[in-house]
């Protein structure tokens, strides 16, 4: 007997989204072990900003520079009357209370650039340290070298086109597992069929390819 999984990449900025790295003369296995979180530079600080009609362009003191959407700015406030931080969610719908066309009214920055202050047009404030904002702006700022992976836009009829691998050949061929990440990232949902019904199927296909990542979410 087995089961099938559908496996689902989440695509907003929120998340820690996976890095494909060009690695010249690598096997597909240490291809795949490339994939991982950015790393966080904790000595990040904004150096100026730029508000921009959908982004806020940032400059950080080492030379480099990143836009960030306003949606994902207000989505992702860390005031207390937005976020829990105990329970690591926000305590408001953003569906129903952000608008996707959203513009700061200002943007400030501040403590010698280790903290930004954005003012929203309803007057909320918004608090960000260098640190979070360093953390996702670090795939922005290091895409150089990376795989070229397109998205690929899909509808209804996506269930009879959907990618789908078997779990057995993810876990033994390198060239599957490396397809099967390709595919992840690019069309953001899968099919990992013959999964079997043992315990921790899920654990163990992750753990061959990084390591699992603790969320609220499960």
Known sequence: ??????????????????????????????????????????????????????????????????DLPYVFLRDNCQEPVSFDQSAKQRLFNPAFTVDLNIKARRADVKEDGWQLVITWPDGHESRFESAWLAKYCEGKRSMSGQLPVDPYYWGGDYCDKMPRFDFNKLMTEEDSLLEYLLKLESHGLVLVENVGTESNQVKKLCNHIAFPKPTVYG
Do not use: H
């Open 1 to 66: 007997m087995s089961c099938n999984w559908l496996v689902s990449k989440l695509c907003r900025p929120g998340f820690a989204s996976l890095q494909l790295t060009r690695l010249s003369g690598r096997r597909p296995s240490q291809l795949c072990r490339s994939i991982s979180l950015m790393p966080v530079g904790s000595s990040s600080r904004v150096v100026s900003v730029e508000l921009k009609e959908r982004d806020l362009f940032i400059n950080w003191n080492d030379s480099s520079s990143v």
